[in-house]
């Protein structure tokens, strides 16, 4: 999997993130590189373990990219970070939390790298959110997808996922599906001596009897009056006999409190199935909001199908995908394997000439590649 990154707030400076994985969910290397003509030629990759041997188990990382703050011109790198006692992906959930570093030469080297963690007394790297103590449940990002984006007053909008609890305060699925999770958003706001300063300002619920695995994976825009939306993905796990959908909430006020998640829909209101995968909004320079993402003509099992995965613009006033200009990317072709997978990506808008690029893993089980799968980069055109 991997992405490539604006590191400054001129200029066509990149840092790319690629990594391998041996294990669902779980890396084994991070690799870096930089380029300075926008992607065309690349420094010799660095390499960088994610993960390492520890006295209380096993430290796994878990890069999500970075975010160039277009307010300060400053580079975000963000990434989970969990020590695993047993090294299960299960725990995870009772484990990830969040770090974040600071760089202001372009992602070379980092001012500061430290946990995520809501400003004031009795906060810490064991007890970084309210309701949420390391060991007990987490809070993470859930894909690449799942960047900040920067509100008018200059301060940052971080969209996380957190792990439910019950009554003993630690980490209880509330369904039957593989994993769980509600969606939230923490607010960053800059200090003088460049860190952030944190807090926890809203959360999105699931509900149980609509999504199995609670809601995931969310991302942000802003639309023409500004509202913020979020668009997250659902599961239909265990229970196939649920619809599958794609689901949405809205802020009036900057994130602090949502909307009931629902199904989200067409500007005709009609709902579409999708399945249980992450997604991107993307806020074009024309002024048009974006939208990638997996559809499917029936009824999702879960994670599946995969593909095709889709373009299509959103609607700036009703914060609804707009059905006419839903375009495919890709699909599946006639060597992939029965279970293709064309989900985990990153996209973002080229500074040069105004195409989307798309950092998109390609791979499928069954077919003549087996397990093994490539990270692709496409190149989409924006139209009148």
């Not at 990154?5 to 990594?19: C, E, K, P, Q």
């Not at 200059?154 to 969606?183: A, E, H, K």
């Amino acid at each position: 999997m991997g992405g490539s990154y604006y590191t400054r707030a001129t200029g066509t400076d990149l840092m790319s993130v690629h990594t391998l994985s041996s294990r669902s969910d779980i890396l084994s290397h991070e690799y870096y590189r930089f380029s300075n003509d926008n992607g065309r030629t690349w420094s010799e990759p660095t390499l960088v373990p994610a993960g390492r041997q520890t006295q209380a188990g096993m430290l796994r990382r878990h890069q999500r990219g970075g975010y160039l703050d277009p307010a300060t011109g400053r580079f975000i790198k963000l990434r989970n970070e969990a020590v695993l006692p047993n090294d299960e992906v299960l725990e995870f959930m009772r484990f990830n939390t969040v770090h974040y570093a600071v760089s202001l030469d372009g992602g070379r080297s980092d001012l500061f790298d430290e946990p995520l963690v809501q400003s004031g007394p009795g906060f810490s790297a064991d007890h970084p959110l309210p309701n949420v103590r390391r060991g007990h449940n987490c809070f993470m990002l859930g894909d690449s997808t799942c960047l900040p984006i920067t509100l008018p007053d200059g301060s940052l909008l971080q969209p996380v996922q957190i792990s439910p609890t019950g009554p003993d305060g630690v980490y209880r699925p509330r369904g039957p599906g593989f994993t769980d999770t509600d969606c939230a958003v923490i607010r960053g706001t800059w200090r003088d001596d460049l860190h952030l300063d944190w807090e926890l300002t809203g959360m999105v619920i699931a509900d149980p009897g609509r999504t199995t695995r609670g809601l995931i994976e969310p991302t942000l825009a802003r639309l023409a009056d500004g509202r913020i939306l979020m668009v997250m993905r659902g599961s239909n796990d265990q229970r196939p006999k649920l619809p599958g959908y794609r689901w949405f909430a809205l802020s009036s006020d900057n994130g602090s409190t949502w909307t009931t998640a629902e199904p989200w829909t067409y500007e005709s209101g009609i709902a579409f199935h999708s399945p249980s995968s992450c997604s991107q909004l993307i806020a074009h320079s024309s002024g048009r909001l974006y939208w990638i993402g997996n559809l499917c003509q029936k009824n999702p099992q879960g994670n599946l199908p995969r593909h095709p995965i889709v373009i299509g613009e959103v609607s700036m006033e009703s914060g609804r995908l707009i059905e006419e200009t839903v375009a495919i990317i890709d699909d599946r072709h006639p060597d992939d394997g029965p279970f293709l997978t064309l989900s985990n990506f990153y996209a973002r808008e080229d500074r040069e000439d105004g195409t989307i690029k798309l950092h998109l893993l390609r791979w499928s089980t069954g077919g003549q590649r087996g397990y093994q799968g490539d990270c692709m980069l496409y190149e989409i055109e924006i139209t009148e």
